[in-house]
């Protein structure tokens, strides 16, 4: 299973009321795929363009391998993995507030997306909805098994 799932502040009390988040904070959220051990972190803002493109391919039943850059502290390389349609996709947001969604962003990642390399995860252009989200993960780790 591919899971795509939000990593933010720990709720007090098993709730966490958005007026506890400081609106400065980079959501960042996890991708874990199929049964394996490794999750790969993205801010919450890069998740939700990754849902577009990736749910538009999926729905025309389209694989294709996603790569993004990783982070310096698993050693600045970059992985790859190969999203299927029979894979199942959960996406988890802790926030009631879906991000402005970056059109131009969307644009470029689709374009990747539908090429013979896959889907290229980019940074974010500037523009009247950017934010400038980083193309790169947070952290890829390996978790205890």
């Known amino acids: ?3 795509l799932q939000e990593r933010g ?3 007090r009390d098993g709730k966490l009321a958005a007026r506890d988040r400081d609106p400065r904070e980079v959501v960042v959220g996890a991708l874990l795929y ?3 051990d490794i999750e790969v972190k ?3 803002r890069v ?3 990754l849902q577009v493109v990736i749910g538009a391919k999926l ?6 391998f996603f790569t993004w850059r990783d982070d310096i502290s698993v050693g600045d390389g970059r992985s790859s993995v190969w999203i299927d349609p029979s894979v199942p996709l959960y996406f988890r947001y802790s926030g009631s507030k879906p991000p402005v969604i970056n059109r131009e962003w969307i644009e470029l990642l689709t374009l ?3 090429s013979t390399q896959g889907l290229h995860l980019m940074d974010e252009p500037p523009g009247p909805n950017s ?3 980083p193309g790169k993960s947070k952290d890829n780790s390996v978790k205890p098994g």
């Open 131 to 133: 934010a400038g989200a």
């Open 1 to 3: 299973m591919l899971v």
């Open 42 to 44: 993205f801010e919450d």
């Open 112 to 114: 990747s997306a539908n």
């Open 9 to 11: 502040l720990q709720p």
């Open 34 to 36: 199929g049964g394996s």
């Open 59 to 64: 729905r025309r039943r389209e694989g294709f």
């Open 47 to 49: 998740l939700a363009h």
